[in-house]
C-alpha cells in the first residue's frame, strides 16, 4: 500500500507499506513524522504558517497519541 501526500505544488511524501501490515496508531504517528520531515526539507516556510490535512476515507478511529 502507498500512502501519497501532496500539495498544490506537486508531491511531498510517497510512504510505502508492507502487504499485510496494520496501520495502527504508532505506524501512523511514524507516517506523519516522515510528513513533517519531507515538509521541512521541500517547503521550508510552510510549518512556519500552519499546515493543513484533509483525510480522505478515514474511519472514525481514536487514539489518545
Sequence with gaps: MAT???DRKGVLLVHFVPAGTTINADRYCETLKKLRRAIQNWRRGMLSKGVSILHDNVCPH???Q
Excluded: A, K, N, Q
Design 4 to 6: 501519497v501526500f501532496w
Design 62 to 64: 481514536v487514539t489518545h
